[in-house]
């Protein structure tokens, strides 16, 4: 089975869970303590063996681009104040993949962000990390799908199970049959369903998904649906339907990046592993709580 080595990584969503700030700072680059959530996207991809990258974007999202970019200032000024851990740093993550970006011109859903990585997936089996979902694992969660993808040679999506009282915000996931521990073929699925007769079970994509070319041709004959918008699950639910996708539940802990509090658990559960500020952080966190 070909191996993935594209990824590509919708960032181009309005955001609305987190306004106000959205208006001016990109959701995909808001910090984890001190490093964006886009780098640990990229450093996802990277570890999973993907080095060319599409990230789509849109208005008022250059700081990405700019992040990833080696500045000229700052290489000047760590040099003169002898600040070589930084400045390595910054040439390290510079050069972590290489990196393109294609503007989407309207947020017109991730269906549609995807669709726009056509010419640069081009007749490929490849990744897709969704931009605001930061993922912590031993082994990447995109190695995880992409080895799945190279066993099943089908269609693969990142799963997890969400509580059953959650389940109406998801999707929900008609498995067939368990292949493995983590892996179940699956044969359609439902998005937000809204009552206990409608869910199939309580697995539901969260994040990541590996996706065939095939992808291209089903979003171009699928309708809009939720919010108006071009929905990337309707056109999975579709390749379910006819010919089957893995549901791999994948191993890791998910950070949703877009919404504030995940933001939130993302940076304190962080802050407590940074090896420069844990013990002063965990120290803080203990007397807070005794406030609490
Ligand atoms: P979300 O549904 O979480 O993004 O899409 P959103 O629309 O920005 O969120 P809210 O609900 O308004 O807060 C998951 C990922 O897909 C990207 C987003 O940037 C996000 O990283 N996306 C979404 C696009 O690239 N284009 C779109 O049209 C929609």
Same mark, same amino acid.
């Given at each position: 089975m070909k191996k993935i080595t594209k990824a590509v990584i919708p960032a181009a969503g309005l955001g609305t869970r987190m306004l106000p700030i959205s208006r001016t700072v990109p959701k995909e680059i808001l910090p984890i303590v001190d490093r964006p959530s886009m780098e640990y996207l990229v450093r996802e991809a990277v570890d999973s063996g993907i080095k060319d990258i599409l990230i789509i974007t849109g208005r008022n999202k250059e700081a990405i681009e700019n992040y990833f970019d080696y500045s000229v200032e700052y290489k000047d000024l760590l040099q003169v104040k002898g600040k070589q851990k930084e400045l390595d740093d910054m040439r390290q993550v510079c050069s972590l993949a290489n990196i393109y970006f294609l503007r989407q011109k309207e947020a017109k859903g991730?269906?549609? @962000? $995807?669709? /726009?990585?056509? %010419?640069?997936?081009?007749?490929?089996?490849? @990744?897709?990390?969704?931009?605001?979902?930061?993922?912590? @694992?031993?082994?990447? &969660?995109? *190695?995880?799908?992409?080895?799945?993808?190279?066993? +099943?040679? %089908?269609?693969?999506?990142? &799963? =997890?199970?969400?509580?059953? *009282?959650? $389940? %109406? %915000?998801? /999707? =929900?996931?008609?498995?067939?049959?368990?292949?493995?521990?983590? @892996? +179940?073929?699956?044969?359609?699925?439902?998005? *937000?369903p809204q009552t206990k007769e409608e869910m199939f079970s309580n697995l539901s994509i969260l994040g990541r998904v590996v996706l065939t070319p095939d992808i291209f041709e089903v979003l171009k004959h699928t309708e809009n649906g939720a919010g108006g918008e071009l929905q990337l699950t309707d056109a999975m639910k579709q390749l379910a339907r006819t010919e089957g996708v893995i549901s791999y539940e994948y191993e890791g802990k998910r950070y949703d990046m877009g919404s504030k509090l995940g933001f939130l658990q993302a940076n304190i559960e962080q802050a407590l592993l940074h090896p420069d500020l844990k013990d002063a952080f965990r120290e803080y966190l203990i007397q807070l709580s005794k406030t609490l």
């Open positions: 991730l269906g549609h @962000a $995807v669709l /726009c990585a056509e %010419k640069f997936v081009g007749d490929e089996p490849f @990744a897709v990390l969704y931009g605001d979902d930061v993922m912590v @694992a031993e082994k990447p &969660v995109t *190695k995880q799908l992409c080895e799945a993808y190279e066993k +099943y040679g %089908k269609t693969v999506v990142g &799963v =997890s199970r969400v509580p059953w *009282k959650d $389940v %109406k %915000k998801y /999707c =929900s996931m008609k498995t067939e049959k368990q292949l493995e521990e983590r @892996a +179940y073929l699956t044969t359609d699925m439902v998005e *937000k």
